[in-house]
């Protein structure tokens, strides 16, 4: 059964507290994505990734970095959180070279910032 | 970045009516998907749709992609309590990097 799977369901970190958020895929996918979700809002893109050490910012990349070392694993790392960044994060991963491919995603990671 | 409307933004029904949800945008799809968010999960694909006026059926869910590929929308006969959960049309962008833009969603809940 294919999987993404985010390290940490919920957490609860401090204003201005270095914040990382994890994710592997078992699927052998080229393509990584970072979105946020957020009520009313739908998911949007922080960031992406098509191959391993490359990134590419999405629409709301700021206050966040990515890491990309391994072609199965995708981190999201917040400097210096903030409240405004209390939100449910959720990693995707896709095939490269299809179009119409399908994105599959991991049960998300809330993060409340105090 | 391409605008996804959806409406309506809530549903509330009682089990067994018909529910319609859509998807407009003011630019041209080059396709649609369309995903389904239960509580505590993340979404899942339901359908591709790729050519205008295309209609594809999932049980008893009907989707419809508009003729000049700028809408669509998703139709669910006698719901059931199972159908309850947010909604997402996605914009694949015509890349080949799985880049999705998505609508705000419509939760829908089902009452038994």
């Known amino acids: 059964d294919v999987k993404v799977t985010q390290s940490s369901r919920y957490l609860v970190k401090r204003t201005g507290e270095k914040v990382f958020l994890e994710c592997v895929q078992d699927?052998?996918?080229?393509?990584m994505f970072w979105y946020r979700q957020d009520p009313g809002l739908g998911l949007r893109l922080i960031y992406f990734?098509?191959?391993?050490?490359?990134?590419e910012k999405g629409d709301i990349p700021e206050g966040y970095s990515v890491s990309r070392e391994k072609k199965e694993r995708f981190s999201l790392i917040l400097e210096s959180a903030s409240t405004n960044q209390t939100s449910m994060y959720l990693c995707?991963?896709?095939?490269?070279?299809?179009?119409?491919?399908?994105?599959?995603f991991g049960e998300g990671s809330r993060l409340t910032v105090l | 970045t391409q605008l996804l409307e959806q409406s309506p933004q809530f549903l509330s029904i009682q089990e067994g009516e018909n529910l319609t949800v859509y998807c407009n945008s003011s630019?041209?799809?080059?396709?649609l998907q369309w995903y389904r968010q239960e509580p505590g999960e993340g979404p899942v694909l339901l359908v591709t749709v790729v050519t205008g006026g295309e209609v594809k059926k999932l049980k008893r869910l009907t989707f419809q992609f508009g003729d000049a590929r700028k809408d669509s929308s998703l139709h669910i006969t006698a719901a059931q309590p199972g159908d309850t959960g947010l909604y997402l049309c996605?914009?694949?962008?015509?890349?080949?990097?799985?880049?999705?833009?998505f609508g705000q969603g419509t939760i829908l809940t089902v009452h038994p």
């Open positions: 630019s041209v799809f080059s396709s």
């Open positions: 699927m052998d996918h080229e393509n």
């Open positions: 995707a991963s896709s095939l490269q070279g299809v179009i119409t491919g399908e994105l599959f």
């Open positions: 996605a914009d694949p962008g015509g890349t080949s990097y799985g880049k999705l833009t």
């Open positions: 990734s098509y191959d391993v050490k490359m990134k």
